[in-house]
């Protein structure tokens, strides 16, 4: 199985920051990498699929990017409403696999 | 608009059996993969199952490999999970999630699944 792994578990941040989340992958998975925003006792939201690619709907200020093991999901100017965990999930291969998140607090 | 409605969780004993429905609507569910997806109480994200569009293609997370059973009913546009010989470890928060690419890009409310005796 691939194992995702996104370090740090959590993170401080002040609105108007830039925020890079990190996630890597035990093996090299192209660019099948999706992020997942989810805020608290919600379903997930997707963002970001296949590493780079914004999913319809979501604020420009969302950018990912990388390939092979090593990805980064950037917010550019962090919002009130972006305080919430991130996870990233290969669809390189089944099983699929998710990191264990990191959340996003309030500085 | 994209919707997907889960029922079907409660309380189960250890050993027992629960089935979860999906409905769908808002999209052309015969031509979507589907997924379930849970999330034990305070934890992370772990997939379950896929089914593709057609039936066809089926995987499953070791986790529930032969214990839990994924299906699809197009004429009712509806997903469904056939969980048996629960676990307390199972317990969780049951999402399903349509499939994009591999990605899962539009997911329900989910549904919770508590196994206690």
């Known amino acids: 199985d691939i194992q995702m792994t996104q370090s740090p578990s959590s993170l401080s941040a002040s609105v108007g920051d830039r925020v890079t989340i990190p996630c890597r992958a035990s093996q090299n998975i192209s660019s099948y990498l999706n992020w997942y925003q989810q805020k608290s006792g919600k379903a997930p939201k997707a963002l970001i699929h296949a590493a780079s690619n914004l999913q319809s709907g979501v604020p420009s200020r969302f950018s990912g990017s990388g390939s092979g093991t090593d990805f980064t999901l950037t917010i550019s100017s962090l919002r009130p409403e972006d305080f919430a965990t991130y996870y990233c999930?290969?669809?390189?291969?089944?099983?699929?696999?998710f990191g264990q998140g990191t959340k996003v607090e309030i500085k | 608009e994209v919707q997907l409605v889960e029922s079907g969780g409660g309380l189960a004993q250890p050993g027992g059996s629960l089935r979860l429905s999906c409905a769908a609507s808002g999209f052309t569910f015969s031509t979507y993969s589907m997924n379930w997806v849970r999330q034990a109480p305070g934890k992370g994200l772990e997939w379950v199952s896929y089914?593709?569009?057609?039936?066809?293609?089926?995987h499953y997370a070791d986790s529930v490999k032969g214990r839990f059973a994924i299906s699809r009913d197009i004429a009712k546009n509806s997903l469904y999970l056939l969980m048996d010989s629960l676990r307390d470890e199972d317990t969780a928060v049951y999402y399903c999630?349509?499939?994009?690419?591999?990605?899962?890009?539009?997911w329900g409310q989910g549904t919770l699944v508590t196994v206690s005796s």
């Open positions: 999630a349509r499939g994009f690419r591999g990605a899962f890009d539009s």
């Open positions: 089914i593709s569009s057609s039936s066809s293609t089926i």
């Open positions: 999930q290969q669809s390189y291969s089944y099983p699929r696999t």
